[in-house]
């Protein structure tokens, strides 16, 4: 959902241009029954709202019956903390009055729990049998900035990340992608580390654990933009670099920020091998003004970082192709070889020729009569 928040009473002059650019999308994999939310977009002159909430499968696969027909515990965590945080922003958040970004992060840990609490209950599930570290009732991961201008029609934009959980946020600047939030995951690792170590989420909204809420405040310089994704649309990449990369490629092949969107999707959509959604919001340029900021850092991207890996990545394809051609070949011209050499090695192994009693062959019978004669017969034959 996307919408129009507060703005300050300052001649339209004077500004420096506030958000100007936003999409966002969610991508299920089974239609209707996505455990990711529709991600919250709003925007305003001197403010920006944009969050993500990725319910979790694992820990939540619980099913409840509903009146929309069963739901799992991950696909109803999700909507519910994003209807309450969305709620408890647009109380809290104002152009005018300093966001305090710690007392926020305590407030939405306390709404969203209580709700979910409230709505365990309503529930009525039974009780579970199981009894594990990893089992939580309506579980959900959150990422989301709000963005504040610090001086009335300036530049200068303060940035209030909040999160729980292994989704992130994101500020995209003609330096590059900064990752703004750090995933909550039992072996803290760095984000490429991540992408091949599977751990175990430590920290996620839900109804029967305790649970925080992470707050970080970061200045940041128009113009620039902040995304905010699920690990369905960052997850099933080679590294961080490709998916700079991706999101940068499909800004500058496109047209217009719809067309961004629609192209983004549609990569994630062929890659990714979960639900995936994700939020933009672009301040202080419009959607060709981006498209300039950011085509040389792509190029800086592509050269550096991406292309070196994608070389060696087609280079080990390759050689993987060679060894397992190498490989048959082996098989192959060791059972030609063994053939060739078998016949001599086994000579000795061969069962031995049966001679036919009935063959009247006169060298095999004076053979058989002179070993079946009497020692003293031998003797008197000799002439």
């Known amino acids: 959902m996307s919408g129009t928040l507060g703005a300050a009473d300052v001649p339209s002059a004077s500004r420096v241009a506030g958000p100007t650019l936003s999409f966002a999308f969610n991508l299920e994999k089974v239609l209707g029954h996505g455990e990711d ?113 610090t001086q009335s029609g300036g530049s200068t934009w303060a940035a209030h990340v909040f999160w729980a959980g292994d989704s992130r946020a994101y500020a995209v600047e003609a330096g590059g992608v900064r990752q703004l939030s750090t995933d909550d995951l039992r072996d803290p690792n760095d984000a490429m580390e991540n992408l091949s170590r599977d751990s175990v989420v430590s920290n996620a909204m839900s109804a029967d654990t305790d649970f925080h809420v992470n707050y970080r405040r970061v200045e940041l310089e128009a113009p620039f933009l902040v995304v905010c994704a699920t690990d369905g649309c960052f997850g099933y990449l080679q590294t961080p670099m490709h998916f700079e990369q991706l999101m940068l490629a499909e800004l500058r092949d496109t047209r217009s920020s719809d067309a961004w969107s629609a192209a983004l999707a549609a990569r994630i959509a062929a890659i990714t091998g979960d639900d995936a959604s ?106």
């Open 278 to 383: 994700i939020s933009v919001l672009g301040v202080g340029a419009q959607f060709k003004g981006f498209q300039s900021l950011l085509a040389p850092r792509l190029d800086e991207i592509d050269q550096a970082f991406v292309r070196p890996l994608d070389d060696l990545a087609q280079a080990v394809v390759r050689a993987e192709n060679e060894l397992e051609q190498a490989r048959a070949r082996e098989v192959d011209t060791t059972a030609e070889v063994w053939g060739r050499y078998k016949t001599g090695y086994e000579r000795y192994l061969q069962p031995q020729k049966v001679v036919d009693e009935d063959v009247d062959d006169p060298a095999v019978t004076a053979l058989t009569a002179s070993a079946e004669a009497p020692a003293g017969d031998t003797a008197e034959a000799t002439p």
């Open 37 to 149: 939310s529709d991600p919250i977009l709003r925007d305003g002159p001197d403010l920006g709202l944009t969050a993500v909430f990725d319910g979790m499968g694992g820990a939540g696969g619980t099913v409840y019956e509903t009146a929309d027909g069963p739901r799992t515990g991950a696909y109803l965590a999700s909507r519910i903390a994003r209807t309450v945080v969305e709620r408890r922003m647009l109380d809290l958040l104002e152009p005018d009055w300093n966001l305090n970004g710690d007392a926020t992060a305590v407030d939405l840990r306390r709404s969203v729990q209580a709700v979910l609490k409230d709505e365990l209950a309503a529930l009525k599930a039974p009780p579970s049998g199981l009894r594990s570290r990893l089992l939580r009732a309506l579980p959900t991961t959150m990422a989301m900035v709000a963005l504040q201008r």
